[in-house]
T-cell receptor
């Protein structure tokens, strides 16, 4: 199993540009999520999904869109990038069976810089 | 909502020293508690977890006990190694039991 994969690993954007961060998992997990990691802030939840066709907002959703058309994929879209979105982005997944006890599996991250 | 507070870093130790990283939580109900570790340039990986009061999670010489009376989940290791240098995050499950609420992270640096 590849686990959780993310592409690209690094990206530089100009203000106003759009892009999509890709996330895929091959563990048949129902739950997938996106976090951003900023210095001194820990990880903050952006959006999450509990299954194909179902998404919801986390703590910091503004400026980001998501969709979940398949169990495997959960892309994160920046419609008009802003310097405040400079961050490291992590995708994570877990199974919903067993509730809150489950380990979440993280991808390697995407380091995004917005100029 | 649920929240996590962990001690500020960085923590700098010599090899074989004793490590404690404090973590306290605020939550309704009975959240699960986790310690994740992030090595340089990598994503997060689960270090240990505990799912109910008085549970002790352990892995790679690290331990943490779920203390409901003090709402704490402190991370300890008796003898740290250079390879333990990383950022450590305390986390608890949210009220819905799916998302994780993270502390701000504590950077540990171990020198030989």
């Amino acid at each position: 199993n590849a686990g959780v994969t993310q592409t690209p690993k690094f990206q530089v954007l100009k203000t106003g540009q759009s892009m999509t961060l890709q996330c895929a998992q091959d563990m048949n997990h129902e739950y997938m999520s996106w976090y951003r990691q900023d210095p001194g802030m820990g990880l903050r939840l952006i959006h999450y999904s509990v299954g194909a066709g179902i998404t919801d907002q986390g703590e910091v959703p503004n400026g980001y869109n998501v969709s979940r058309s398949t169990t495997e994929d959960f892309p994160l879209r920046l419609l008009s990038a802003a310097p405040s979105q400079t961050s490291v982005y992590f995708c994570a997944s877990t199974t919903l069976a067993g509730g809150p006890r489950n380990e979440q599996f993280f991808g390697p991250g995407t380091r995004l810089t917005v100029l | 909502g649920n929240s996590v507070t962990q001690m500020e870093g960085p923590v700098t130790l010599s090899e074989e020293a004793f490590l404690t990283i404090n973590c306290t939580y605020t939550a309704t109900g009975y959240p699960s508690l986790f310690w994740y570790v992030q090595y340089p340039g990598e994503g997060l990986q689960l270090l240990l977890k505990a799912t109910k009061a008085d549970d002790k999670g352990s892995n790679k010489g690290f331990e943490a006990t779920y203390r409901k009376e003090t709402t704490s989940f402190h991370l300890e290791k008796g003898s740290v190694q250079v390879s333990d240098s990383a950022v450590y995050f305390c986390a608890c499950s949210d009220q819905a039991g799916t998302a994780l609420i993270f502390g701000k992270g504590t950077t540990l640096s171990v020198s030989s």
